[in-house]
């Protein structure tokens, strides 16, 4: 959404990158709590436990890959003002 606004500095774009990272990471995080206390409530405890190692690596795996993004976004973001005020 936000790249769809030419005149916007790369400041903003990247730090609205950011902030979609960061949403997404928390919205995956409480979408996994949720499933957790849900099944543990229907008592799927062999379930449960079988989800929570398969969703937890799969956290991991999109969790390493908003941190490489947001990493990007950072250094694209903060370079120019590196370079600047150097």
Not at 8 to 25: G, H, I
Not at 57 to 64: E, G, L, P, S, Y
Request: glycine letters at 2%; charged letters at 10%; proline letters at 2%.
């Amino acid at each position: 959404m936000c790249r769809l606004r030419p005149c916007m500095s790369d400041f903003v774009v990247y730090s609205c990158d950011f902030l979609a990272c960061a949403f997404f990471s928390l919205s995956v995080f409480h979408l996994w709590i949720e499933i957790t206390l849900i099944m543990r409530m229907l008592c799927f405890q062999r379930f449960v436990d079988s989800f929570i190692q398969l969703f937890s690596a799969f956290a991991i795996a999109i969790n390493v890959f908003v941190a490489s993004a947001v990493t990007r976004s950072l250094l694209v973001a903060v370079a120019p003002l590196v370079v600047v005020i150097g």
